[in-house]
Nanobody, 124 residues
Framework: QVQLVESGGGLVQAGGSLRLSCAAS????????MGWFRQAPGKEREFVAA????????LYADSVKGRFTISRDNAKNAVYLQMNSLKPEDTAVYFC?????????????????WGQGTQVTVSS
């Protein structure tokens, strides 16, 4: 059974940075695409970023382009989300997900495994 565990969330002022990590266990994720999604209070879960199995292809939501960077380390079975220039509207619970198809996609329905999420709060 695959387990994904997010970490690195917290409280940060607007303009600041955070780096989220997602550690996978149970099997190697080197053939899986990985994605980050977020859910703000009272809102639906939305796509943030994705990276394909090899790390050569990435995809970002328009709202985070130029500010967030997704990366992965297959040797560590981990994926990261570097978040810079944070805004109050980035406040949400951030979820890591894995897609066995291997391609970077933005559709939640394509992802097979999900973490429990980590809270990110950006104060103004």
């Amino acid at each position: 059974q695959v387990q994904l565990v997010e970490s690195g969330g917290g409280l940060v002022q607007a303009g600041g940075s955070l780096r989220l990590s997602c550690a996978a266990s149970g099997r190697t994720m080197s053939t899986y695409a990985m994605g980050w999604f977020r859910q703000a209070p009272g809102k639906e879960r939305e796509f943030v970023a994705a990276i394909n199995w090899g790390g050569g292809s990435t995809l970002y939501a328009d709202s985070v382009k130029g500010r967030f960077t997704i990366s992965r380390d297959n040797a560590k079975n981990a994926v990261y989300l570097q978040m810079n220039s944070l805004k109050p509207e980035d406040t949400a619970v951030y979820f890591c997900a894995a897609d066995r198809a291997g391609r970077a996609v933005d559709s939640m329905s394509m992802y097979d495994y999900w973490g429990q999420g980590t809270q990110v709060t950006v104060s103004s």
